[in-house]
Antibody, heavy 124, light 107 residues
Framework: QVQLVESGGGVVQPGRSLRLSCAAS????????IYWVRQAPGKGLEWVAV????????NYAASVKGRFTISRDNFRDTVYLQMSSLRAEDTAVYYC?????????????????WGQGTMVTVSS | DIQMTQSPSTLSASVGDRVTITCRAS??????LAWYQQKAGKAPSLLIY???SLENGVPSRFSGSGSGTEFTLTISSLQPDDFATYYC?????????FGQGTKLEIK
């Protein structure tokens, strides 16, 4: 079964760090770019970051650039989101999602598989 | 950055109705637009990509159209399972951006 499963969320104080994981199964993980998207309580969707299929390219939303780092381990079929200097406005459900296109010829795409999300609460 | 604006924000309709949701981009995005459905407490799911292509497994009552800056999602005959929130997304350029969402409610 093709799926993504996030983990690592929780309650953290402002200024602290947290690492989220996104574990993939059921597909050729190393062929796909992976995205992180977040949703604050009662709000809409906000794209956070992306990492290319091989892990050499990434991109970030301005709101997290310099604080969040995306990485991947293609042997463990897992993507990570290292979040530091967390702020109250980072409170959200964090989803990982798969690019709809596979392989090196793909450009930016829609997201065809989503995980169930993991909640991050930044509060003192 | 490209801004995406959906209308309406809320839509009340009945089972069997035909409904249309509009999404406008602040600049041309060609056909690089997707539509997602999100039910309460669940992750979004892809309905339409490249403005008008139906994702595998999505019922044919869903359709998308448009190009450039104006796009529509149409549900031809609403079913009980369709009451949810819908988001458009542009993937013409980074940063990827979403519309603010349209909540489809039962009248």
């Amino acid at each position: 079964q093709v799926q993504l499963v996030e983990s690592g969320g929780g309650v953290v104080q402002p200024g602290r760090s947290l690492r989220l994981s996104c574990a993939a199964s059921g597909f050729a993980f190393s062929d796909y770019a992976i995205y992180w998207v977040r949703q604050a309580p009662g709000k809409g969707l906000e794209w956070v970051a992306v990492i290319s299929y091989h892990g050499y390219n990434n991109n970030y939303a301005a709101s997290v650039k310099g604080r969040f780092t995306i990485s991947r381990d293609n042997f463990r079929d897992t993507v990570y989101l290292q979040m530091s200097s967390l702020r109250a406005e980072d409170t959200a459900v964090y989803y990982c999602a798969r690019d709809r296109c596979s392989g090196g010829s793909c450009q930016l795409n829609s997201f065809d598989i989503w995980g169930q999300g993991t909640m991050v609460t930044v509060s003192s | 950055d490209i801004q995406m604006t959906q209308s309406p924000s809320t839509l009340s309709a009945s089972v069997g109705d035909r409904v249309t949701i509009t999404c406008r981009a602040s600049q041309s995005i060609s056909s690089w637009l997707a539509w997602y459905q999100q039910k309460a407490g669940k992750a979004p799911s892809l309905l339409i990509y490249k403005a008008s292509s139906l994702e595998n497994g999505v019922p044919s009552r869903f359709s998308g159209s448009g190009s450039g800056t104006e796009f529509t999602l149409t549900i031809s005959s609403l079913q009980p399972d369709d009451f949810a929130t819908y988001y458009c997304q542009q993937y013409n350029a980074y940063p990827v951006s979403f519309g603010q969402g349209t909540k489809l409610e039962i009248k």
